[in-house]
């Protein structure tokens, strides 16, 4: 099951806001988190973590970047890969798909409708690659190859297949020591199967009734110090020696290839999106749970509108002195009470506190506890 949870960044007591100008992004850092898959289905188990703090692409501007989103220590050694997975998926392969990225519509789907997001999973292939071919790469000899596609869907339904710069791999040697690769040290697992995701949308035509953005997407292994070959080889830092010139994390994103390809969206809508991290089962039926952990997730955006499950009040959210939004304020509301009462209680009371300060007006105050009034909270 999909579910949308509120998650906060740091909390403190300070009301006093801070404010950047209209255009300038905003950087937020979210905790991070684990989900482990909720059923053993294929393509099923579905769980996932939506952010509860909005961002507007569009208010950047054409041309300018509106938002760029990271994930950090995205872990995902536990995941039980087996097989080969070919296309179509056959009953021995096993393992776990993970997205991250951000969707348009509050209500978030798995297929995405109106989003694009990072997708990793483990995809031994065959061979085809030079960095490779000399490698057994079955799971079962202890390689996994990592496969990253970025998919997108449109306003129309029409779903977006990941060809050309989206496709990168890596492939190391995940179980240590491992007979099949003597030579390649005595690193922790999670060293070969933990990344960071990065994501970067740009609007391109935020008037005509088919909105375009262009997106481009990133990844590197999270002890990564290069890449090559146009694919996400690296030398990690564990087991190989770095050359110098690519030490330097920033030179180890490794993009679409060519180097530099994007992907244009059209028939879009990133007005209002949000955050999100999800993990789901492979196409076939599985023998145990999967887990994945990440360390944190960052956004650099513009700031959306207040959406408390749904309802939007139409206030823009703001960043507070110690660095929490309005919107991550409310999610504490919602995490902590046991009823609704205490949830509509602890929004009256910090749009009080909000509007006392100056933060916000009496009309604010009253959409954003409309709203609190309306929702189905707890859920």
């Known amino acids: 099951m999909y579910k949308k949870i509120f998650v906060c960044v740091l909390l403190s007591a300070s009301l006093a806001i801070a404010t950047p100008s209209a255009t300038q992004l905003t950087k937020i850092e979210f905790s991070g988190g684990c989900l482990t898959t909720s059923n053993l289905n294929a393509w099923s188990g579905v769980n996932g973590v939506t952010y509860s703090t909005s961002f507007n692409v569009d208010t950047a501007g054409v041309g300018n970047v509106g ?46 409708a109106n989003g694009c997001w990072n997708q990793l999973h483990s995809s031994p292939g065959s061979n085809a690659g030079s960095w490779d071919g000399f490698r057994p790469v079955d799971h079962d000899n202890g ?62 035509d935020t008037t005509s009734g088919s909105k375009q953005y262009k997106m481009e997407t990133w990844s590197r292994m999270n002890r990564a110090a290069s890449n090559d070959e146009g694919c996400n080889w690296k030398w990690n830092t564990a087991i190989e020696p770095v050359p110098p010139q690519k030490a330097n994390p920033e030179n180890a994103w490794a993009g679409g290839w060519p180097p530099g390809s994007y992907r244009e969206l059209t ?50 959210d703001k960043v507070l002195e110690d660095g929490t939004t309005i919107s991550g304020r409310i999610a504490e509301c919602a ?3 046991k009823n609704h009462g205490q949830f509509v209680n602890c929004v009256s009371h910090l749009t009080n506190e909000l509007k006392k300060a100056g933060i916000i007006t009496g009309k604010e105050k009253g959409a954003i506890n409309s709203c609190a009034a309306q929702a189905s909270i707890p859920y």
């Not at 097989?83 to 951000?102: C, F, N, S």
């Open 67 to 112: 938002l760029r989103m990271y994930v950090y220590g995205l872990d995902m050694s536990t995941i039980n890969y087996e097989g080969d997975w070919g296309w179509p998926p056959d009953p021995g392969d096993l393992g776990a798909i993970v997205a991250a990225g951000v969707a348009g519509d509050p209500t978030i789907r798995f297929d995405m």
């Open 143 to 204: 390689y996994r190859k990592w496969f990253r596609q970025v998919w997108s869907s449109d306003m129309l339904g029409n779903k977006i297949h990941p060809d050309g710069p989206s496709h990168m791999y890596n492939v190391e040697s995940y179980v240590v020591p491992n007979a099949n690769h003597p030579s390649g040290g005595t690193g922790n697992p999670s060293n070969y199967c933990t990344f960071d995701l990065k994501i970067e949308i740009t609007p391109l």
């Open 267 to 316: 028939h879009n809508d990133f007005a209002t999106v949000f955050p999100f991290v999800n993990i789901a089962n492979w196409g076939t039926q599985q023998t145990q749970y999967h887990t994945i952990c990440w360390d944190s997730l960052v956004v650099e955006g513009i700031l959306g509108p207040i959406i408390i499950a749904g309802c939007n009040t139409g206030v823009t």
């Open 335 to 337: 995490d902590d009470a």
